[in-house]
């Protein structure tokens, strides 16, 4: 009977992988990789719309001084940069304010208190949004790193096909075996959850946004309601691609490679860490769809690769057709981002490190009543949609 099962759980798994490999290849023509994107002519690059960069910082003198001059550094005809110091309490306010005396287009607000049912991420972006001047908008990150040509490209491309949001997975620089295992996986499973290549279809209900790069038309931004209608939304970048989808906006995932980066956290521990605010956020508070996914994770990733050494027969020879066909996804996945493709061999590995990094914040954000993130805290009750 147990052989039976077993047997079942590869048949079912392997036509599941096959089924999420073919939907992938089938969408990639929907992605845009913007290092194939064409740079524009001088007469195309003389209309290109005003563009403003708009991003949130809180204690990150760390990179931001770096990040900032890569935006200011970019090759893009009418930019400012409108950054948003929200209550910092390192340094980071001065720092920005001595590199806008250097260039007059970086301009720094300066938030002294987050009003009440505002997170302060989605607060700073509101409102540098709202002072911002240009028809273009671009949601970044403190720390992001710019090639110089990336957003002629993006925007160029952008009018060319009339698209009013493009997100940007941008590429994340990572330390150490345990932290660059870690971001493997979590990319995997991000694209099995969100499938973003189909955001780009008017007729699927799928939508995508990523934090460091989300590029939208003004217009569309608030058509669809601004950072207002996500105040207390702890998943504002995925979730700003929700509501510009819902709103009638049309998006594309887009892949910058090294154009774009960020070390999106100094260790594996600080990951872990990190992901506390969000992962029950991830499944829109739902324990039953947390669960879910954990069991689902384990069964249908980690246990193939384990299967191909505990069992025999049929069922080890399903198991290799199924190892076979992950780790040539995932190898081809990471061939797009820094990260050495031989991770994929330790996928299990890194499975059970995400389920784990999943459970923890969960059993937290419940015992704690809430999460605490840029050194506030923010009670459940005030989280839930």
């Known amino acids: 009977m147990i052989e039976y099962a077993l047997l079942g759980l590869a048949g079912f798994t392997l036509l599941a992988w096959l089924a999420f490999v073919i939907d992938a290849a089938r969408g990639r023509h929907l992605v845009l990789y913007l290092r194939n994107a064409a740079l524009p002519t001088a007469e195309v690059r003389a209309s290109l719309p005003r563009l403003s960069i708009v991003f949130g910082a809180r204690n990150e003198t760390r990179a931001i001084e770096g990040a900032v001059v890569s935006m200011l550094g970019l090759d893009y005809p009418d930019l400012e940069v409108i950054a948003v110091d929200d209550r910092s309490e390192d340094g980071t306010g001065e720092l920005l304010d001595a590199l806008a005396r250097r260039d007059s287009r970086l301009r720094v607000l300066h938030v002294e208190d987050l009003p009440e049912d ?103 931004y608030e ?24 709103s009638g906006s049309l998006q594309v995932c887009a892949i910058p490679g090294s154009m774009a980066s960020v070390e999106w956290y100094e260790s594996l521990g ?96 419940y015992w704690r009543g809430g999460i605490e993130w840029r050194g506030t805290f923010y009670p459940t009750d005030r989280l839930r949609p």
């Open 118 to 220: 505002w997170l302060g991420k989605n607060h700073a972006l509101w409102v540098g949004a709202a002072a911002a001047s240009g028809e273009l908008v671009l949601f970044t990150d403190a720390d992001v790193m710019f090639e110089p040509t990336v957003l002629l490209r993006a925007v160029a491309w952008m009018q060319q096909n009339d698209v009013d949001h493009v997100a940007g997975a941008t590429d994340i620089r990572a330390r150490g075996l345990g932290l660059q295992l870690f971001v493997a996986t979590f990319a995997l499973l991000f694209n099995g959850y969100f499938r973003p290549w189909r955001a780009a279809d008017p007729d699927s209900t799928a939508y995508i946004g990523f934090g460091g790069f989300n590029l939208v038309r003004k217009v569309a």
């Open 270 to 365: 600080a990951a872990i860490r990190g992901l506390e605010k969000n992962t029950m956020a991830g499944v829109n508070w739902s324990v039953a769809l947390l669960l879910g996914g954990i069991v689902g994770q384990l069964l249908l990733t980690a246990w193939p690769f384990f299967a191909v050494v505990a069992m025999t027969g049929a069922v080890r020879w399903l198991n290799v057709a199924i190892v076979l066909v992950i780790g040539t996804f995932h190898t081809a996945m990471l061939k797009e981002t820094s990260l050495p493709t031989w991770l994929s061999l330790l996928l299990p590995i890194g499975v059970l490190l995400v389920v784990w990094t999943s459970a923890r914040a969960a059993v937290l954000t």
């Open 223 to 246: 058509r669809a309601g601004t950072h207002a209608a996500l105040p207390m939304d702890p998943l504002d970048d995925v979730n700003l691609g929700r509501i510009l989808k819902e």
